[in-house]
DNA sequence: GAATTATATGAAGGATCATTCAGCTTTTGG
DNA sequence: CCAAAAGCTGAATGATCCTTCATATAATTC
């Protein structure tokens, strides 16, 4: 079901000296700075190349073409994204099914804030690159990670399990989405965050067996 | 707050005999079948006017630019969306929250699903042209008519009417648009609709006064 | 310190595409 | 039926920008 990277977008080569490490994520920063600045649509690699202090070469030595470079960016923020949603799933095992919920979100919604900007224009440069193969491989993970953390509180029978799980997930992290893309001011924000996590609290306290 | 549409992007003149009508309606129906084939990306000018059946040039009467013809598509696709939004709101003034909360999720939900793969193309373009204020003002277009709608519930008082209707409004929004981007399959997607409805029915029933 | 390997350069090639405009056809109004 | 208006055409223009590669420099190895 769910497909490896691409050949025509996977790195040429990995960086053997640490001076190339250096320029690597150079080049990703700058590709992030760009990105926020002036979007995916002028996003050029010269530009790109020139924010980084190196020349269009050396991008492509590292990426084949232009597309394999916003991939690159994209997996490694989602991949960073999935760690700290497993983390808070692991260290939530057991626990409460309320704490469980205030603590998902939480993650979630930290994750999104902390760097707001980037967070919004990656989110465009995947859907403009339209690799849905990324995404899905992300929702995989958080959801075995998430699904695995509910099922283990204490005192708790649901229904359906598998549907409860489904539905939280999805309005979890497409209410959060929708908060950042609105751009809500940081009051409403705040208070949306509290109410959000009332009302999955409400919903499991309904769904239980 | 809200910005009317930048003069780059209106459109250079108005259809006046009725052939230029049926060549209007095929440049737009043409842009959905790009988009859905083959994504913004590779969405050309000359592609769209052939597969309309005219010349480029023909395009260029009605659009000043690229641009302006995705943005004519986009607001065209999100002013049907809100009056069909505004109809259910007004439809439902004076009902049960119950019952709006239902028809309010059935109508969005249904608006998607009828031409899903129009739906996720066109948002994708939304994005990626980087309108915001296109979806700004339709967000307020529906906040008004769902803000009406909600405190018009007769015997149902909210200890903060703003934030729970902001909560609802996002939370439905966000959740249906993620079913669509993730795609779930069909049995998957209808428990979850009627999940969702539970859940924002256990959301107001705890948010009363 | 010489040979090998890794990294960096950036001008030039070449492809793609948005946009124009001079001329043509069709419709309309009188 | 005819003049004016509306609509349509598509080759040509010009700009943008991805990508290559011959060459140069730096690091590493032995």
Redesign the pocket.
């Known amino acids: 079901m769910i497909d490896p990277a691409p050949a025509a977008l996977t790195a040429r080569?990995t960086?053997?000296?640490?001076?190339?490490k250096?320029?690597l994520d150079a080049i990703f920063e700058a590709a992030i700075q760009v990105l926020i600045r002036d979007g995916m649509a002028?996003?050029?690699?010269?530009r790109v190349a020139e924010r980084a202090?190196?020349?269009?070469?050396?991008m492509?030595?590292y990426f084949?073409?232009?597309?394999a470079l916003i991939y690159a960016l994209n997996a490694r923020y989602l991949e960073a994204l999935a760690e700290r949603i497993e983390a808070t799933c692991q260290s939530q095992h057991g626990a409460a099914i309320n704490q469980m919920i205030d603590a998902l979100i939480d993650t979630y919604w930290r994750a999104k804030t902390e760097r707001a900007e980037a967070t919004r224009a990656l989110y465009k440069s995947v859907v403009e690159m339209d690799n849905d193969a990324l995404v899905q491989r992300f929702a995989a993970r958080t959801n075995e990670a998430t699904r695995a953390m509910l099922i283990s509180a204490p005192n708790v029978q649901f229904r359906s399990p598998d549907i409860t799980h489904l539905t939280l997930v999805t309005v979890i992290f497409g209410a959060v989405r929708n908060v950042f893309e609105r751009n809500l001011d940081p009051p409403d924000a705040e208070a949306l965050r509290v109410e959000l996590i009332a009302m999955c609290q409400a919903y499991v306290a309904a769904a239980r067996l």
Do not use: C, D, F
């Not at 960086?15 to 190339?20: G, M, N």
């Open positions: 080569k960086p053997r000296q640490s001076r190339a250096v320029t002028s996003l050029t690699t010269t202090g190196v020349s269009v070469g050396t492509y030595q084949p073409n232009k597309q």
